[in-house]
């Protein structure tokens, strides 16, 4: 079959083999006058002037480099640096380089062009604390059990080599860099290409609205790669629009390319995009979004989400046969504000636009996608948050109960098995699986894991005691944080007991109580892969309206054709009056305590059926 891919990804950035064996170095430094490419090899190091090019460009073109060498960049001043389109930092942030050969490794699937996103069921995991191992081979080992599960895609924290041995991944540097904590860049494309054999996506987390602040040296030979004309919480804004941006913008299209080409992923997650400061037409995020279908058009599934706090629906419109212009979906973390409401009943932080009407924004999210769509958030002091989305189709959005930022970010990292009765959690996960838009598990949600999820990093020195005193002074607004000796008892970001704390016990997953979740997430993906991803595929996204009344929630989603998928569900702690069901109805799924004959559903229960659709 044909091959949709190339193996390497060419751009104007990092080091290109030509035709001829050589190897051309290129830098975009409009700071320096003449830095130089210094090779590092065996007990001889090669330091070689850089030819300027104009427009602030340098190359370089050598027979002395050769894969695996270590390399970096000499600045006018003596620093050395790596290269920011480095493929590979095999001694971390700081040290050198190593000269990849992008098509050393031999896939085994060429074949694969992804899944229809309306298969999508996405597993969240963290490389470094999925598995004891923390590596790629321990998460490849654990495929087999992901496959079997039910999920469809797999969703990996940033990779993007960050400083020191543990990290999020949202401090990553060096964007082109799969850290080397994880193993090598073969070993990642093992991992991706082990991923296709068993029909599964893998998605990638990425981050285009800041570096870390421990080893980007981009300031100091591109200080135009950043701009005062807009002010972020990181401090200068990445330069999207001022002068000498169009080489900035380029550098991210490209890493987004790279990721999708080198490497295979299915896909990008963009983090916080609502933080990139872009005053430019287009967009960034259309230019990246109209390269990345300009350059796979329907050759392959590839599929782009945002995390965007700012509900902006603009991002994920669609065109005349449905397909995305733009974005594929977004984290829709309203779905996950009302639900956890629901569920624990908590009202500090941003929980306070939901503490009203959670029940009625469920409702809105389910059937209209966000539940702030251009309406005043009290969090926010009134501000309007959100624009209109009821036109766009549930596949736009991407639901879910858990994941690393609603974990990790609470001061203990809790779970919601530790915050919420188990009823409550069964009948919203009841509800999450079997919903027309694509759902996000967090590792170890599947067996009601209740190891923590903290925030946890590799940083020394004063950065090390700003992070964790940042940390607790961040919860001081917090009533159950109030107190200083409280705060005090948060874990230090920076320890490595706390990102042990984090890690995964799959021992846990085979306890009794723990089965029981598991058994109940493989039933209801079984039955949403049966029953609700064919209806994904019609013709014609669906109408869609709810009801409350009480605590019932009824919810209907209509396609063209007379297919009608139905949810009736009792969040509330007393039964709720609902006209019985008969034998006859195409029920797909009820909770356990669902009685047919019943005129009422139990508390925290839920019931789907499906009418006019193929049985």
């Known amino acids: 079959m044909k091959n949709f891919y190339s193996p390497e990804h060419e751009m104007p950035f990092g080091p290109q083999r030509l035709a001829d064996g050589r190897i051309r170095f290129r830098l975009w430094a409009p700071g320096q006058d003449a830095p130089k490419l210094q090779l590092f090899d065996g007990l001889t190091d090669h330091l070689l002037p850089m030819q300027a090019c104009g427009g602030g460009w340098f190359d370089v073109v050598t027979d002395r480099a050769r894969t695996g060498q270590h390399y970096c960049f000499r600045l006018d001043s003596g620093l050395a640096v790596p290269d920011p389109a480095s493929r590979f930092q095999p001694r971390d942030v700081h040290g050198p380089s190593e000269l990849i050969d992008p098509a050393a490794y031999r896939w085994q699937h060429d074949h694969w062009r992804g899944r229809p996103w309306g298969e999508a069921v996405i597993y969240e995991l963290h490389v470094g604390s999925f598995s004891p191992e923390g590596n790629y ?59 296709h054999g068993r029909g599964l996506m893998v998605l990638l987390d990425v981050v285009y609205n800041h570096f870390g602040p421990d080893g980007n040296y981009l300031g100091a030979y591109a200080p135009s790669f950043f701009t005062a004309r807009h002010n972020t919480p990181w401090g200068d804004a990445i330069n999207f629009d001022d002068d000498d941006s169009a080489i900035v913008r380029a550098y991210f299209i490209h890493n987004a390319l790279y990721w999708l080409e080198e490497y295979r992923f299915d896909g990008l997650r963009l983090d916080a995009v609502h933080a990139i400061r872009d005053d430019s037409e287009p967009h960034i995020l259309e230019a990246l979004a109209q390269a990345v279908h300009g350059r796979f058009g329907r050759t392959r599934e590839t599929h782009l989400i945002l995390e965007n706090e700012a509900n902006q629906a603009r991002f994920l419109a669609r065109d005349s046969t449905g397909r995305p212009h733009f974005h594929t979906a977004q984290w829709n973390d309203d779905f996950h504000h009302a639900a956890h409401v629901l569920a624990t009943g908590e009202e500090v932080g941003y929980y306070r636009d939901f503490a009203a009407q959670p029940l009625q924004q469920l409702a809105r999210c389910l059937t209209e996608g966000f539940a702030y769509q251009d309406d005043p958030s009290s969090f926010r002091n009134g501000e309007r948050r959100g624009e209109p989305s009821a036109h766009l189709p549930p596949t736009a959005f991407v639901n879910f109960l858990q994941n690393h930022d609603q974990i990790g970010n609470r001061a203990l990292g809790e779970r919601l098995t530790q915050l919420a009765p188990a009823p409550r959690l069964r009948a919203l996960t009841e509800i999450l699986l079997l919903a027309p838009s694509p759902p996000l598990l967090f590792m170890g949600q599947e067996w009601g894991s209740q190891r923590p999820f903290l925030f946890f990093c590799d940083f020394a020195g004063e950065l090390g005691a700003a992070v964790r005193d940042g940390r607790r002074k961040e919860f001081a607004a917090f009533p159950a944080f109030a107190d200083a000796e409280v705060r005090a008892r948060i874990p230090d970001p920076t320890s490595p007991e706390t990102f042990a704390a984090s890690r995964l016990d799959w021992a846990e997953s085979h306890h009794a109580e723990n089965q029981q979740w598991l058994a109940l997430h493989r039933q209801l993906l079984a039955l949403r892969a049966r029953h609700i991803a064919p209806l994904l595929a019609l013709d014609g996204p669906p109408s869609a309206e709810a009801q409350i009344s009480g605590s019932l929630l009824r919810a209907c989603w209509r396609w063209p054709g007379a297919v009608t998928l139905t949810l009736a569900a009792n969040l509330g702690d007393n039964p709720a009056a609902f006209p019985a069901m008969t034998i006859d109805d195409p029920v797909i799924y009820h909770s356990a305590a669902v009685d047919d004959a019943s005129d009422r559903l139990p508390p925290w229960s839920v019931i789907w059926w499906c009418t006019g659709a193929e049985r």
């Open 137 to 195: 081979q321990g998460v490849i080992d654990r495929l087999d059990y992901l496959a079997e599960l039910g999920v469809t895609a797999l969703e990996l924290m940033p990779l993007a080599d960050f400083p020191g041995q543990r990290n999020w991944g949202y401090d990553g540097v060096l964007p082109f860099a799969p850290d080397s904590v994880y193993g090598r860049p073969e070993d990642l494309k093992r991992l991706i290409d082990a991923a």
